[in-house]
């Protein structure tokens, strides 16, 4: 079955920095990953899909890349904002049918 | 605007009232689906369909049922709730394919006393 691992569970940084958030997963066998971001009480926000082919995504100031064979993704964050403060989900498509399996989540506080 | 609604927002029931929460897409999605999310364990998919009239069971279906008469829409039917239903629940929605993204609803936060 597969399993999602993000590590860290809570991540705090000073305004400016830049950040690599981690996602691991067990059963390499995906169709594609995608990065979430949730702020509280609110739904989730689509931020980055790399489908299983591809190695990685930008959008803005987000770097997510993939790595199948070891099952690993990242999503790098640079010069990281306040309002960056949320928390980050990482999601795999399995195969066919299956839904998406979702770690646990990263929350990032990012300090002015 | 495309979005995914979900309505109510904010839920408090009692044990073994029926309840429904609705969920809709303006985006012509052929797949939609219901989570849950519980602290410490994270999102679980209840129900899945990946078009009118064909659902399936996703990894915590026990205790609610789903229906998708028409395209846009995707109640999640509670019959009995219990206490143990008491979460976060987001409905989603994807044009078609697993190489897609999905689409998330605002949330329903439902408590069952």
Not at chain 1, 40 to 61: N, V
Not at chain 2, 20 to 42: A, F, I, K
Not at chain 2, 60 to 89: A, C, D, M
Request: hydrophobic share 30%; net charge positive; with cysteine.
């Amino acid at each position: 079955k597969q399993e999602v691992t993000q590590i860290p569970a809570a991540l705090s940084v000073p305004e400016g920095e830049n950040l690599v958030l981690n996602c691991s997963f067990t059963d390499s066998a995906i169709y594609n990953l995608q990065w979430f971001r949730q702020d509280p009480g609110k739904g989730l926000t689509s931020l980055l899909l790399i489908q299983s082919s591809q190695r990685e995504q930008t959008s803005g100031r987000l770097n997510a890349s993939l790595d199948k064979s070891s099952g690993r993704s990242t999503l790098y964050i640079a010069a990281s904002q306040p309002g960056d403060s949320a928390t980050y989900l990482c999601a795999v498509s399995h195969s066919g049918n299956t839904p998406l399996v979702f770690g646990k989540g990263t929350r990032l506080s990012v300090i002015a | 605007e495309a979005q995914v609604t979900q309505n109510p927002r904010y839920l408090i029931t009692v044990t073994g009232k029926k309840l429904t929460v609705t969920c809709s897409q303006n985006m012509n999605h052929e797949y939609m689906s219901w989570y849950r999310q519980d602290p410490g364990l994270g999102l679980r998919q209840i129900y899945y369909s990946m078009n009118v009239e064909v659902t399936d069971k996703g990894d915590v279906p026990e205790g609610y049922k789903v229906s998708r008469k028409e395209k846009r829409n995707f109640p999640l039917i509670l019959e009995s709730p219990s206490p143990n239903q008491t979460s976060l629940y987001f409905c989603a929605s994807m044009m078609g394919t697993f190489t897609d993204t999905q689409y998330f609803g605002p949330g329903t936060r439902l408590t069952v006393l």
